[in-house]
Antibody, heavy 118, light 110 residues
Framework: EVQLVESGGGLVKPGGSLRLSCAAS????????MNWVRQAPGKGLEWVSS????????YYADSVKGRFTISRDNAKNSLYLQMNSLRAEDTAVYYC???????????WGQGTLVTVSS | QSALTQPASVSGSPGQSITISCTGA?????????VSWYQQHPGKAPKLMIY???NRPSGVSNRFSGSKSGNTASLTISGLQAEDEADYYC??????????FGGGTKLTVL
């Protein structure tokens, strides 16, 4: 069974940093691109970042470019999101999602809540 | 990275059919057959319902179907059931290799 479990969310002050993790199991993690998608309270889904199988191709939404860094450790079946210079508008549930061979996100984690507030 | 355009809400009675539209541009929806649709119930993670415009993952009811014409994709749900009440999001691959979602549509089953 495919499982994606996010962790690392919490309350952080504006300007602070946080590192999210996503532990994957039940599939060949090293064979899939992975993504982070977020959802602000009461709002829609927003794509945040993607990373290719071997980390050669990395993309970011304009809203997080220069502040967030996506990475992965295929040996540990884990995906990460380092978030720096956090702003109130970064408050959201952050989902880890597997990008399927059919250009869609076929499995999602349960999400981890990040709250940026003083 | 402009969001795709969806109606904010749609509604229908049990047994009826509804269609949700998703309008983009030639750089995303119109340029690729990589449109997908997601269902999200309150407090839950999104669930993939349609991929590559019109394909259903295993386990998704055949009451859900997708199509595309030009820069607009559509999700049709036939034989509406109470459990279909949820938020629905479209998404598309883009020419800049980034992802983009629609603003979401709240489906109410009357």
């Amino acid at each position: 069974e495919v499982q994606l479990v996010e962790s690392g969310g919490g309350l952080v002050k504006p300007g602070g940093s946080l590192r999210l993790s996503c532990a994957a199991s039940g599939f060949a993690f090293s064979s899939y691109s992975m993504n982070w998608v977020r959802q602000a309270p009461g709002k829609g889904l927003e794509w945040v970042s993607s990373i290719s199988i071997g980390s050669s191709y990395i993309y970011y939404a304009d809203s997080v470019k220069g502040r967030f860094t996506i990475s992965r450790d295929n040996a540990k079946n884990s995906l990460y999101l380092q978030m720096n210079s956090l702003r109130a508008e970064d408050t959201a549930v952050y989902y880890c999602a597997r990008f399927s061979v059919y250009s869609s996100w076929d499995y999602w984690g349960q999400g981890t809540l990040v709250t940026v507030s003083s | 990275q402009s969001a795709l355009t969806q109606p904010a809400s749609v509604s229908g009675s049990p047994g009826q059919s509804i269609t949700i539209s998703c309008t983009g541009a030639s750089s995303d929806v119109g340029g690729y057959n990589y449109v997908s649709w997601y269902q999200q119930h309150p407090g839950k993670a999104p669930k993939l319902m349609i991929y590559d415009v019109s394909n259903r993952p295993s386990g998704v009811s055949n009451r859900f179907s997708g199509s595309k014409s030009g820069n607009t994709a559509s999700l049709t749900i036939s034989g509406l059931q109470a459990e279909d009440e949820a938020d629905y999001y479209c998404s598309s691959y883009t020419s800049s290799s980034t992802g983009v979602f629609g603003g979401g549509t709240k489906l109410t089953v009357l």
